[in-house]
């Protein structure tokens, strides 16, 4: 009997993890994880009974089938979130949806742009500065906040297919998204505090090269977030520029994520989201009971906020609900800056004009031993999710399977 094939697996987060899972049945798997734990982007911390902290992924955004059928398989419970959206304005919170004149017409513009345009060269076309400042002010502030992505990179096409997306029922899932990443690491080959560093190989044969050791393998699957490659932080002997090359043409952002735990709840309880202009735009409670607020901070606004971040978070919420001395009220605060987060250093993916063909390019395997996968790589409905990362995975475990 011919020896079972190994592959390596670089990168514990959800795409690593499922595919971990799909391949064992069929290879002899190690999965080589840079940080002290897996998870990755999804990662829950606990730092009291009780209480939870979702650093990374929080929301399953609609009925999403991979992520679903995993809980229901592991026996995990989730729920639907509840709660009303608000806005922010003039110090005065107004229960209503944001609007946007001429939001229509403007779905009307993006459905007829070329593939290759950018949102602000729709907007320059279309809405002048001069003319059109609330528009513009209200998309920018839309596409840094969700997509993480600015205007002069994103793709008018990307926006216009989530834009245009049926938004089913958004969940949570109870104890936070580690009890997922703890059902899919089960059994699996784990080694954690190793970044990998440079990758040596030829047909069917590997070997990676970390801080302090070295792996060989038949075949590598690799699962890092795109910045990753877009940096070369994993260094290929034979180099693959085609593929540097595609990894660039994908959009990459950053956010910061609060979670402020106060003593009591000086809000009322039927708020679900806050959007405002503050420094710290968005925020949202957690279940009805819970202490939380949590506050996102996403895209370039991110990138340049990188000091006094406590501050900045309580004097938002200070002006949104009116409360000079909101400090004084703050128990503990849990702040994540994806930007500096170890082997990360950002938050999700967005599309640039020629991200489709890149994704084609970075999802064909090379000489069927060097594979990629992970949520940047993603093509479909749910980009930039936890179950574009369960999704892909999946997809290039099937793709290595067969060879
Ligand atoms: C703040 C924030 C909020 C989010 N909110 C949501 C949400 O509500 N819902 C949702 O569905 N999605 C959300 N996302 C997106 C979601 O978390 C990601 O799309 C998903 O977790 C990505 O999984 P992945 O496996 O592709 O990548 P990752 O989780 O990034 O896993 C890649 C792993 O590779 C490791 N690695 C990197 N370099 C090396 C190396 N050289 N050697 C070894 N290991 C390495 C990293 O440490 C990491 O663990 C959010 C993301 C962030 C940052």
Do not use: C
């Given at each position: 009997?011919?020896a079972?094939?190994?592959?390596?697996?670089?990168?514990?987060?959800?795409a690593?993890?499922?595919?971990?899972?799909?391949?064992?049945?069929q290879?002899?798997?190690?999965?080589?994880?840079a940080?002290?734990?897996?998870?990755?982007?999804?990662?829950?911390?606990?730092?009291?009974?009780?209480?939870?902290?979702?650093?990374?992924?929080?929301?399953?955004?609609?009925?999403?089938?991979?992520?679903?059928?995993?809980?229901?398989?592991?026996?995990?419970?989730?729920?639907?979130?509840?709660?009303?959206?608000y806005?922010s304005?003039?110090?005065?919170?107004?229960?209503?949806?944001?609007?946007?004149?001429?939001?229509?017409?403007?779905?009307?513009?993006?459905?007829?742009?070329?593939?290759?345009?950018?949102?602000?060269?729709?907007?320059?076309?279309?809405?002048?500065?001069?003319?059109?400042?609330?528009?513009?002010?209200?998309?920018?502030?839309?596409?840094?906040?969700?997509?993480?992505?600015?205007?002069?990179?994103?793709?008018?096409?990307?926006?216009?297919?989530?834009?245009?997306?049926?938004?089913?029922?958004?969940?949570?899932?109870?104890?936070?998204?580690?009890?997922?990443?703890?059902?899919?690491?089960?059994?699996?080959?784990?080694?954690?505090?190793?970044?990998?560093?440079?990758?040596?190989?030829?047909?069917?044969?590997?070997?990676?090269?970390?801080?302090?050791?070295?792996?060989?393998?038949?075949?590598?699957?690799?699962?890092?977030?795109?910045?990753?490659?877009q940096?070369?932080?994993?260094?290929?002997?034979?180099?693959?520029?085609a593929?540097?090359?595609?990894?660039?043409?994908?959009?990459?952002?950053?956010?910061?994520?609060?979670?402020?735990?106060?003593?009591?709840?000086?809000?009322?309880?039927?708020?679900?989201?806050?959007?405002?202009?503050?420094?710290?735009?968005?925020?949202?409670?957690?279940?009805?009971?819970?202490?939380?607020?949590?506050?996102?901070?996403?895209?370039?606004?991110?990138?340049?906020?990188?000091?006094?971040?406590?501050?900045?978070?309580?004097?938002?919420?200070?002006?949104?609900?009116?409360?000079?001395?909101?400090?004084?009220?703050?128990?503990?605060?849990?702040?994540?800056?994806?930007?500096?987060?170890?082997?990360?250093?950002?938050?999700?993916?967005?599309?640039?004009?020629?991200?489709?063909?890149?994704?084609?390019?970075?999802?064909?395997?090379?000489?069927?031993?060097?594979?990629?996968?992970?949520?940047?790589?993603?093509?479909?409905?749910?980009?930039?999710?936890?179950?574009?990362?369960?999704?892909?995975?999946?997809?290039?475990?099937?793709?290595?399977?067969?060879?």
């Open positions: 009997m011919s079972q094939k190994e592959i390596i697996i670089i990168g514990a987060g959800a690593g993890l499922i595919a971990a899972k799909e391949l064992s049945a290879y002899k798997v190690t999965v080589l994880e940080r002290p734990e897996a998870g990755g982007r999804t990662t829950t911390q606990y730092p009291a009974p009780g209480v939870h902290i979702e650093t990374g992924a929080e929301f399953i955004h609609g009925e999403l089938p991979i992520t679903l059928s995993l809980l229901k398989e592991a026996g995990i419970p989730y729920h639907p979130i509840n709660g009303e959206m806005l304005e003039n110090g005065e919170l107004k229960q209503e949806e944001a609007w946007i004149e001429d939001w229509d017409q403007l779905l009307d513009h993006m459905s007829k742009a070329p593939e290759t345009s950018t949102m602000l060269q729709l907007l320059d076309q279309y809405y002048p500065a001069d003319q059109f400042a609330a528009l513009r002010n209200h998309v920018q502030g839309y596409v840094q906040g969700y997509d993480l992505a600015p205007l002069d990179k994103v793709s008018v096409k990307y926006l216009y297919d989530e834009w245009t997306l049926e938004q089913g029922t958004n969940y949570r899932i109870e104890n936070g998204y580690t009890s997922l990443i703890n059902y899919l690491s089960k059994g699996i080959n784990l080694i954690t505090n190793q970044t990998v560093q440079s990758i040596t190989w030829a047909k069917d044969q590997v070997t990676l090269t970390t801080q302090d050791r070295s792996y060989t393998a038949n075949k590598v699957l690799i699962t890092v977030p795109v910045n990753i490659l940096n070369e932080s994993i260094q290929f002997s034979p180099s693959l520029p593929y540097t090359a595609a990894a660039r043409q994908i959009g990459w952002g950053t956010v910061i994520k609060f979670n402020l735990l106060f003593k009591q709840a000086f809000w009322k309880r039927d708020i679900g989201f806050v959007l405002s202009d503050e420094t710290v735009p968005v925020w949202w409670t957690q279940s009805a009971d819970s202490l939380i607020l949590t506050g996102w901070l996403g895209g370039p606004d991110a990138e340049g906020l990188q000091k006094d971040l406590l501050e900045k978070a309580l004097s938002s919420l200070a002006n949104i609900f009116n409360i000079p001395n909101i400090s004084d009220l703050l128990d503990q605060s849990f702040i994540h800056n994806w930007s500096t987060a170890q082997a990360i250093h950002g938050g999700y993916s967005y599309g640039m004009p020629f991200s489709e063909q890149a994704k084609a390019v970075l999802t064909t395997p090379v000489a069927d031993t060097i594979y990629f996968a992970g949520e940047a790589l993603y093509t479909g409905d749910s980009p930039g999710t936890v179950e574009a990362a369960l999704h892909n995975g999946k997809e290039m475990a099937r793709k290595i399977g067969a060879n």
